[in-house]
């Protein structure tokens, strides 16, 4: 079988900041990757050239539906924006101009894992910055992957990317983006890539019996966790970024050969990161449990400690007589309406609200500066809904106290508040343990169906098809009404899919969703795809002031 390598490098992206290195970067990829034997194409936007998504998307299909490669790698060096956590674009030359004229990042995974081929590699060597300060939140994206359905077995995706991603409020500016985030992931990965790395170099034997030395991608990963924060560093002292990597596959795929072995390697000393065990049950325990420990320089935890109880001392209104309702708190709400089998009800502006009726449905918020969002309203739960600058910070359900009573709300609360969090930063991830994981299900099931949401998105980041099914089941079998997201994730590109329009609120609520929608895209009411351009950046899908008007006058006219 064969392999093969895109290697895409776009210096410019419409206004923005020039990039000094992006299509060099690629060129260099290219190189090293016809050295290994990969049939090679660069997309580079050297001597003024136009790259754009359409020659991208044909260039992959060709590999894609010819069904001879065992190995793909799609390697991009240029502007990244993050729309929300997990919600990436790559920029290409027209963007700004032409919306489609980026790629994006997430919908391209999901649809790798279709592809039939069996060794996916996704590197980003770009910034991960703001979208709303980079004025490009009406940018679509493209899925550079075709819709292929293989019967085969799941490709294993493996995702390098050179930063890890954050709350977008607190995002590296545009104006920093060439200094910060460009150009170390590319130099640390060829160096290894190369051989010049000891400690990343193993030794297979192949299906002929002959030893060979390789670069494969778990040892790729810790490399890289420790070489991009050291390689930062000795570039300025202020200057600090760390990779994110999603690594699946192991021995026998890899990425490199080293014909010489590990002769001319050198020997890296790797930071050593040791720390007591935390309590169990503890809010370090839950840290350590919910996030993936990066190596370099350890995680924010007194700033992360301070959101979480932050967000819990708001948790507070577990007592009420409400079957069904929501509270709301922080910034001040204008409009509430309700909104159950395509009729909407006016409900004010208050704090608190009652929602009467056993079925489902959603919930329009318009905040006092304009933005809005679509919540899903769960018969006999009480939504608490923390509004921060006219975006939501986290949403949280409870089973009404007039229903099923919680005995522990601090246990609940700690894990919840740390879920959020942990998901603004885009480091949530499920424990993986066969001892952990079936009493979690069983917790979010029954105690607060936004962690269900939460779980499903994890799943389908780490390829567990099967689990984002599970979770669905899980709700289901409760009888809970299953969240669009979830069936969104379990349904989507399938038979089912047209299920999914039936679950509230008719829309993701989380925002990385919309970069996930396919061929729901084809289905959905063409008002409500409309507002879904104007988001701002949120892990909650938040409507800017332009989607807000869109999504009433729809809602106005009776849901034509």
């Known amino acids: 079988m064969k392999k093969a390598l895109i290697a895409i490098g776009v210096d410019r992206a419409g206004h923005f900041p020039a990039l000094r290195g992006a299509a060099s970067g690629a ?4 190189e090293w990757g016809r050295a290994q034997g990969f049939e090679t194409t660069v997309f580079s936007d050297a001597g003024g050239k136009v790259v754009g998504p359409e020659e991208i998307f044909d260039a992959i299909s060709e590999i894609v539906e ?10 991009f060096s240029g502007h990244g924006v993050l729309r929300a956590p997990d919600c990436e674009l790559w920029l290409l030359s027209k963007v700004g101009k032409n919306p489609n004229h980026a790629i994006n990042v997430n919908g391209s995974i999901s649809l790798a894992r279709q592809c039939g081929i069996e060794h996916v590699v996704i590197i980003s060597d770009a910034c991960r910055s703001l979208a709303g300060t980079l004025q490009v939140s009406m940018v679509d994206g493209y899925r550079i992957f075709p819709a292929h359905r293989s019967s085969g077995k799941a490709p294993e995706v493996d995702v390098f990317y050179a930063a890890l991603p954050g709350d977008p409020a607190l995002e590296v500016s545009a104006d920093d983006a060439d200094k910060r985030h460009y150009g170390l992931l590319t130099d640390c ?7 010049d790395i000891e400690t990343v170099i193993e030794t297979v034997k192949s299906a002929d019996g002959v030893q060979k030395h390789v670069v494969a991608s778990r040892p790729l990963k810790l490399h890289l966790e420790d070489a991009i924060p050291r390689a930062a560093e000795a570039v300025s002292v202020a200057l600090f970024q760390r990779p994110d990597s999603r690594v699946e596959s192991a021995l026998p795929k890899f990425l490199a050969t080293i014909d010489a072995g590990a002769e001319r390697a050198i020997d890296v000393a790797k930071t050593a990161l040791t720390e007591p065990e935390p309590d169990r049950g503890s809010m370090q325990w839950y840290r350590k449990v919910l996030l993936i420990p990066k190596s370099g320089r350890p995680l924010p935890r007194e700033a992360l400690d301070a959101e979480m109880e932050r967000l819990m001392a708001a948790m507070d209104d577990h007592q009420t007589d409400m079957r069904t309702g929501f509270h709301i708190k922080g910034d001040e709400v204008e409009a509430i309406y309700v909104i159950k089998q395509n009729q909407i009800t006016f409900r004010g502006n208050g704090p608190s609200i009652l929602i009467s009726g056993l079925e489902p449905g959603a919930l329009y918020l318009r905040f006092k500066n304009g933005t809005s969002s679509l919540l899903s309203v769960i018969p006999g739960f009480i939504g608490t809904v923390i509004i921060e600058d006219g975006r939501i910070a986290t949403v949280n359900y409870t089973p009404s106290a007039a229903g099923i009573p919680v005995r522990n709300y601090r246990y609940m609360d700690m894990r919840r508040s740390f879920v959020a969090v942990a998901a603004r930063q885009g480091s949530f991830h499920l424990p993986d343990t066969t001892a952990v994981l079936p009493s979690y299900l069983r917790f979010l099931r029954r105690m607060d169906p936004t962690l269900g949401i939460y779980a499903a998105y994890a799943y389908h980041q780490a390829g567990d098809q099967q689990s984002v099914r599970g979770v669905y089941q899980h709700m289901k079998d409760d009888l809970l009404p299953i969240p669009f997201d979830v069936a969104m994730l379990a349904w989507a590109g399938t038979d089912q899919e047209q299920s999914v329009h039936k679950c509230m609120p008719g ?8 970069s996930l929608l396919g061929n729901l895209t084809e289905t959905m009411p063409k008002q409500l795809l409309e507002a879904g351009r104007y988001l701002e950046p949120s892990l909650w899908t938040t409507f800017s002031g332009k989607g807000s008007a869109i999504l009433e006058r ?4 009776g849901f034509p």
């Open 66 to 75: 010819s069904r001879t490669y065992s190995q793909l790698v799609v390697f």
């Open 189 to 195: 990965m060829l160096t290894a890539l190369r051989g």
């Open 27 to 30: 060129e260099q990829v290219g």
């Open 554 to 557: 729809y809602f106005s006219r």
């Open 507 to 514: 829309v993701p609520m989380l925002a990385q969703g919309w």
